[in-house]
C-alpha cells in the first residue's frame, strides 16, 4: 500500500462547479497534511496544510481532514479555468526510521470554460 | 532572496558524463529534500536531509546518485555516467523541520543526450 494515493485524474469539471480531490493516507500517526498546486512546467506551490480533525477554509479553498478514516481532501468552490493543474497531496509519514513528509502522485484538475 | 534557489537552471550533458546540482535553501531550515520529476509525471523522492542526523537516502534509484549537505546549507546532488533515462527535472525543497511546510525551488532540468 501506498503511504499517500490519490486519484491521477483528470478530473474535469465546468466553471464554476466545485472540484472534490480527495487523498488517503496509510500511517495513522500523520499529523501534518499539505495540499499543493502544480502549473505545467513550474514547481510544487503551497495551497494550504491542515493538522486538525474537521473543514479548513481559505478563500475558494476548503481542506477536510479525518484521521478516523485516514482521508483529506480539498474542495474548490467557483472553479475557475485558471485553477487546471495538477494538485499534491502531503503527508508527515514515519518510514524506515524518518519522520518526513512524503508527496501522493497528484491529481490532474481541468476547469472547462 | 528568501526563496529556495538552484543552479544551473538548464544543464544539457552527454550520456556518460558526470553532472552536479546545486540547491541553496531557505536560511534556518534544516530539512532539505531532493526529487525528481520526469515529464508528465510525480514526484519521485531521492534524498531528505534533516538537521545533522544520517539522510535518508531510500530514493537513491541507483548508485550513480549521490548528494551531500554541508551543515544545514547548500546541497549538492551528483549523477555520475549520466544516461537518457536520468533526463528530468530536479526539485529541492526546503523546510523549517522534517513535517513542516516544504518550499520548492526552480528546479535544474537534466536532458542528456
Known amino acids: 500500500q501506498k503511504e499517500v494515493e490519490q486519484n491521477s485524474g483528470p478530473l474535469s469539471v465546468p466553471e464554476g462547479a466545485i472540484a472534490s480531490l480527495n487523498c488517503t493516507y496509510s500511517?495513522?500517526?500523520?499529523?501534518?497534511f499539505f495540499w499543493y498546486r502544480q502549473y505545467s512546467g513550474k514547481s510544487p506551490e503551497l495551497i494550504m496544510f491542515i493538522y486538525s480533525n474537521g473543514d479548513k477554509e481559505d478563500g475558494r479553498f476548503t481542506a477536510q481532514l479525518n484521521k478516523a478514516s485516514q482521508y483529506v481532501s480539498l474542495l474548490i468552490r467557483d472553479s475557475q479555468p485558471s485553477d487546471s493543474a495538477t494538485y499534491l497531496c502531503a503527508v508527515n509519514v514515519y518510514s524506515g526510521g524518518y519522520q518526513k513528509v512524503t508527496f501522493g502522485t497528484g491529481t490532474k484538475l481541468q476547469v472547462i470554460p | 532572496g528568501a526563496g529556495v534557489s538552484q543552479s544551473p537552471s538548464n544543464k544539457v550533458t552527454e550520456k556518460g558524463k558526470d553532472v552536479e546540482l546545486r540547491c541553496d535553501p531557505i536560511s534556518g531550515h534544516t530539512a532539505l529534500y531532493w526529487y525528481r520529476q520526469r515529464l508528465g509525471q510525480g514526484l519521485e523522492f531521492l534524498i531528505y536531509?534533516?538537521?545533522?542526523?544520517?539522510?535518508?537516502k531510500s530514493g537513491l534509484p541507483s548508485d550513480r546518485f549521490s548528494a551531500e549537505r554541508t551543515g544545514e546549507s547548500v546541497s549538492t546532488l551528483t549523477i555520475q555516467r549520466t544516461q537518457q533515462e536520468d533526463s528530468a527535472v530536479y526539485l529541492c525543497?526546503?523546510?523549517?523541520?522534517?513535517?513542516?511546510?516544504?518550499?520548492f525551488g526552480p528546479g535544474t532540468r537534466l536532458t542528456v543526450l
Open positions: 536531509f534533516q538537521g545533522n542526523s544520517a539522510p535518508d
Open positions: 500511517d495513522r500517526g500523520s499529523q501534518s
Open positions: 525543497a526546503s523546510s523549517a523541520g522534517g513535517t513542516d511546510t516544504q518550499y
